[in-house]
């Protein structure tokens, strides 16, 4: 690494909600700065005047909040380097064109969209491998290149409208190096002369990103693969600016694909597939469809930022659950894969599961608390953390808990037919009477306590596991998945433990007698 202090940007464009592609991005350059004791910045790239998506921007602001990746410098926080939204610099952006033309590297060009059309037809037609204004159309067309000097002048002074396009320099070869993918090379010839900027009298994406990278030192530029083909384009424009020795290191960051690795991941293959896309809840402004977010799916955002961080990236060893300190430390662009990263929603909730297991149950608790009031269960603090202990192994959300373990807080009102029908018969029944004067005498209940006890009951009735736990358990909870007979016990004590096992006696007589 060299010694001028490493500076990074996520620069997104508010034409409609982040994606957690766009999160990923961000999170390799917040992980890039922090490793390297360096800055980063949020700069929104909101040249595109007609695209902006209301809501957008503070989406944006929000989702990086709740994830964690919080900007040195940006809209809000500030910096030496501002303003940081590009459309608070729109004046500064002119004078570079206006440069790029002095120098003889652009050219302001006036056709129509009917000339521009009329001009791919024509190319079509001569089945030329391209159709784009470039060295080999631009001087069939209306431009300062092909127009006299004062034509041009009267056109301008005139307010006929232009656009000004870079002269991409003919027979040349692009060379630059991507810290992914090495050695890039292209040949001039097969860029088109990019508009940089428009006749509304805003800069494009290409001329704006360039010039604010110049502007706010950017060391690295880190970005999704989607921008690979603008590159040589923004190396010639360093060039002709001559900022050659301070032009940025690339990034190409891996596309995330499709669980299936056909295509990139869309909002469709989520909806389709029933997996979110977005950080947050992001609601359409026009359309008004609502999308779900990770956050309300029942993410927590750290493990949603380590699954992300793998997606692409593999730190050194094998170790797959970091945290955020891990990932600074571990992180390297050496290690950032050159192919497309598959979405796996599966994977997702195995993180998060994995976080889930690691919180106490206090914690959870704390969480799971609204959730029982919301259906009017009081119980106390101690009760419902131990059950919290048990069903974060069960579960991947704090969101299953209810689902997973509603037994626990009430009566079950059903139960599971198949094993009381298999299972339930006289000798079981008087087991059941025994089991429960045992139960009464019985002083510990942990679980450990109670696992013994049990096993010492089965062997002393002769009773085999199979005939007695899975019909102990449909008496106790209703169904044959749960928690260990042993936990249920201990979890439920002696009085309640009791009076279900009582109460479904009767329950479990009348479903044989329908049989
Ligand atoms: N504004 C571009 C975007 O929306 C930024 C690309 C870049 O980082 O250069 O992703």
Not at 317 to 332: A, C, L, N, P, R
Not at 335 to 350: L, N, P, S, T, Y
Request: glycine share 6%; aromatic share 12%.
């Amino acid at each position: 690494m060299n010694e001028i202090p490493v500076r990074v940007r996520f620069a997104p464009s508010p034409t409609g909600p982040l994606h957690i592609g766009g999160v990923r991005t961000a999170l390799y350059n917040y992980l890039f700065a922090r490793k390297y004791h360096g800055t980063f910045i949020i700069r929104i790239e909101d040249t595109d005047q007609n695209r902006l998506v209301s809501g957008a921007e503070d989406y944006l602001f929000e989702s990086l909040a709740w994830c964690g990746i919080i900007s040195d410098e940006g809209p809000g926080t500030g910096g030496e380097y501002g303003p940081y939204r590009q459309s608070e610099r729109k004046e500064i952006y002119r004078e570079y064109a206006d440069r790029l033309i002095a120098n003889g590297h652009a050219y302001y060009a006036f056709d129509t969209v009917e000339e521009l059309d009329a001009m791919r037809e024509r190319l079509k037609a001569s089945e030329s491998s391209t159709q784009q204004y470039d060295c080999n159309s631009r001087m069939a067309m209306k431009n300062s290149l092909t127009l006299a000097a004062e034509e041009v002048q009267t056109r301008i002074t005139r307010g006929d409208p232009y656009v000004i396009r870079t002269k991409v320099p003919e027979n040349e070869t692009v060379i630059f190096n991507d810290l992914v993918r090495g050695e890039m090379v292209v040949e001039a010839n097969q860029l088109d002369d990019k508009v940089l900027f428009k006749s509304d009298g805003w800069p494009t994406y290409h001329l704006a990103n360039v010039v604010d990278d110049y502007l706010m030192k950017i060391t690295h530029v880190i970005r999704g693969e989607e921008w690979l083909p603008s590159a040589p384009l923004h190396v010639l424009l360093y060039k002709f600016f001559g900022w050659e020795s301070i032009m940025p290191q690339f990034t190409h960051v891996p596309l995330l694909l499709r669980p299936d690795g056909n295509g990139k991941l869309s909002k469709r293959d989520g909806d389709r597939l029933g997996f979110p896309v977005f950080p947050v809840n992001w609601s359409d402004p026009l359309s008004g469809e609502k999308s779900t977010g990770f956050r309300e799916r029942g993410f927590f955002p750290q493990p949603l930022i380590n699954f992300l961080a793998l997606l692409g990236w593999h730190p050194a060893g094998d170790k797959e659950v970091m945290t955020m300190e891990d990932m600074i430390s571990e992180f390297s662009i050496e290690h950032v894969h050159k192919a497309g990263a598959r979405f796996d929603f599966e994977k997702a909730k195995w993180f998060n599961h994995e976080y889930l297991i690691k919180m106490s149950g206090s914690r959870l608790a704390a969480m799971f608390f609204p959730v029982l009031q919301e259906k009017n269960i009081s119980a106390s603090e101690e009760f419902v953390a131990r059950v919290c202990d048990v069903l974060k192994h069960r579960c991947s959300f704090l969101s299953d808990f209810w689902e997973s373990g509603s037994f626990f807080f009430r009566q079950p009102d059903s139960f599971d037919e198949v094993i009381v029908k298999s299972k339930w018969n006289e000798k079981v029944k008087r087991n059941f009477e025994m089991l429960i004067s045992e139960l009464n005498s019985l002083s510990d209940f942990t679980g450990a306590s109670v696992d013994q006890f049990l096993h010492r009951f089965l062997g002393q009735n002769n009773l085999k596991a199979g005939e007695l736990f899975p019909v102990l358990r449909v008496a106790l909870i209703g169904t044959k998945n749960g928690p260990s007979v042993f936990e249920i016990i201990s979890l439920l004590g002696r009085d309640e433990v009791i009076k279900r096992i009582r109460s479904s006696q009767p329950i479990f007589d009348k479903m044989i007698s329908m049989l």
